[in-house]
């Protein structure tokens, strides 16, 4: 206990020891900085310097259209400055009304088009400082909020979005929405800064402290055999186990993280361990002692040494099971066992037990855009008119038509045929199993395209499949314009992590169900050398392949590429 009140000391900011950005929050007031001050302010497009970190907690990225940089450079003009919001949405669920109000917001203040996440939230892109309180008042209006979608605190929580998939669903979702809720800050800020809310002093935050989490913190739940929130890769995360069709309680698991800084050793992406179970009762109190732990422990000097993955390497696994047993007063009890099959989405129509029917669309990189081709803004704003049920945003950036009623699903039918959305019906397994984060131009960190590019590289390796006849064959591509690891690339059974404009590492040997990490194959290369190295492996499994065989484990059984099951062996 003694060593616990030694390392709380430790935590108190150090001006020092420790990053600039522990001392912005320490200065901020509890979130609030000169934020609201900052939004008077015509001048610049911006927000004061120290208040760009301070806005994540809001769920707001100051951002800049990297495609005009070098022209507005030119003129002599500020970068053109805008926003990117993103919505806390437990689960990914929102009511066809809220959705209603969602979009109407992105056609009125930001870019147009919606963006569904890699971890079940909405974003809008390009909201300009004006219209910031509007739109956030807007998402208010709909009970959902931003708090927390960002910042060094725990994030959305994930769960599986389907309720048709499980008896437990329901359940594990409600524990889903209770995560999130208990794990928010409880500073006033949010209210007094965007809805106008009284002024209400903030003396403490209870789980957080002054300087709350050392860096980010991800949770998700998942429900076996699925397991599409890629709970590997979450900083926390729970398995939920059913027994007899009630919810028995969940295994615990720390330490996952996919970020990493391209030739820096020190960091990695890391799959997180199981070091336990919990019952639902316990559920809240384990969670809530395991961002201490992080809170108490994690790095506050070197920023990209923070997350948790870091903390569990630096104690050890053992060691942090033995400190949590301090905060918590127990003992976790032994993991239980469980089985997943498959980290990626299930497209389609499913009917569940009740009779309610539940569709999967497609959506590339979850950009919701009118397009030539589809007209899926417009096509998915009718449906929100006249449907009663929900839309699930996926952990794969797809979207779910959830609940509808028999007598709608013609209606519904109708309307995706007329807007040409799709439902995977038309697009190859490869496709259907490919993710690319957003990248350019919004994205400040984009080394090389991927949201943009994926597509192009897609339908050439559709046809290197199609010619050895592997067509059907599902293969997990994921594509990212940086080592951060925002498509969770380094569980793809091919990764593509941008480098430079054009060129990009490739990764492979990823399990197909998300528990193997991949490790670097060949660095900095462009399109040409990327089918070219496909080509050869790409035959090879084609002709060597043993039945039900995916590509990750092949390669990793012929040798072409080391297993790597621990975050230390990445580099190694
Ligand atoms: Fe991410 C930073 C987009 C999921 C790891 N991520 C960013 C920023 C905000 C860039 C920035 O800091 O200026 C990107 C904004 C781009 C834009 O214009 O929208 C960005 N991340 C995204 C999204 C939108 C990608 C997508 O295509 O869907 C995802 C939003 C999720 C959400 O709703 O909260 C997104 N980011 C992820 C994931 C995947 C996951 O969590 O399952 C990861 C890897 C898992 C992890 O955290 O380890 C991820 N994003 C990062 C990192 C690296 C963190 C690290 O530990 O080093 C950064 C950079 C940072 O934090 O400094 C980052
Ligand atoms: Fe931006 Fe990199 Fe994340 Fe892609 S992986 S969205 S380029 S930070």
Known sequence: MNDIKKTIQQTQYNPVKHSDVERIKVESQYLRGT??????????????????????????????????????????????????????????????????????????YSSGSLRLTTRQAFQWHGVFKRNLKKTIAGINSTLLDTIAACGDVNRNVMANPLPETSRIHSEVFEWSKKLSEHLLPKTNAFHEIWLDGKKVETTEEPIYGQTYLPRKFKT????????DVDVYANDMGFIAIEDNGQLKGFNVLVG???????NDQETYPRIANVIGFCTPEQLLEVAESIVKVQRDYGNREVRKLARLKYTVDKLGVDGFKDILRTYLGYELEDAEDFEFVHNGDRYGWFEDEKGLFHLTLYIHSGRIIDSEHSKLFSGLYEIAKIHNGEF????NQNLIISNIAKQDKEKIAKLIEQYNISFGQEESPVRLNSLACVSFPTCSLAMAEAERYLPSLITKIEQQLEQYGLSQQAINVRMTGCPNGCARPFLGEIGLVGKAPGKYNLYLGSSYKGDRLNKLFKENINEQQILSELDLLLHDYA???????YFGDFVVRKGYIQSVVNGLDFHR
């Not at 998700?220 to 397991?227: L, R, V």
């Not at 996952?256 to 391209?262: E, I, K, N, V």
């Open 220 to 227: 998700a739940i998942a429900i076996p055999p699925y397991n």
């Open 256 to 262: 996952g993280g996919m970020g990493s800084t391209h």
């Open 543 to 549: 002709n060597h392949k043993q039945a039900s065989e």
């Open 35 to 108: 934020i609201a001050e900052g939004l008077n302010n015509g001048i610049t497009g911006a927000v004061a310097d120290d208040d760009q970190m301070l806005i994540k907690f809001h769920g707001i990225y100051q951002q800049d259209d990297r495609d005009l940089r070098n022209e507005r450079r030119k003129q002599k003009l500020e970068p053109l400055y805008s926003f990117m919001i993103r919505a806390r949405v437990p689960g990914g669920v929102a009511t066809a009304e809220q959705y209603k109000v969602l979009a109407d917001l992105a056609t009125e």
């Open 392 to 395: 699930r945003i996926t952990p």
